[in-house]
């Protein structure tokens, strides 16, 4: 059985920040909606200072999705582990996050409508 995914153009403008810094500020958001989870804002890398960005080697697959890519967080005050990921070659279903990176809104990092 599939799996319902919608991927629309998220409305405003959208920030990412972490350990107290902005990471990211966009208006070209993109929100995807997957069935059984909340929805995840994608942010295009280039609204993304992606020198607070590290490469992990952390790796997952989702089956409707592909393979997701992770990276940390460096901050002022720490390190935050795989707080981040983009699917650098998605499947052609969702290909619209590609160029994307999507945080987990926790651990003092927050996304946010401004």
């Known amino acids: ?4 995914i919608t991927i629309r ?3 405003g403008k959208w920030t990412v920040r972490a350990g107290g810094a902005v990471l990211g500020e966009t208006s070209r958001a993109l929100e995807l909606s997957e069935e059984g ?6 942010f295009p890398r280039e609204d993304i200072a992606m020198a607070f960005l590290d490469p992990s080697d952390h ?9 997701a ?3 940390s967080i460096v901050a002022q005050s720490r390190r935050m582990e795989n707080a981040a990921w983009s699917y650098e070659d998605p499947k052609k279903e969702v290909a619209r996050i590609a160029g994307h990176i999507a945080f987990h ?3 003092g990092v927050t996304v ?3």
């Open 1 to 4: 059985m599939a799996k319902t």
């Open 9 to 11: 153009e998220a409305d």
């Open 37 to 42: 989870y909340p929805p995840v804002i994608y």
């Open 59 to 67: 790796r997952t697959h989702c089956p409707w999705k592909g393979d």
């Open 69 to 71: 890519a992770y990276f």
């Open 105 to 107: 809104s926790d651990d």
């Open 112 to 114: 946010e409508q401004i």
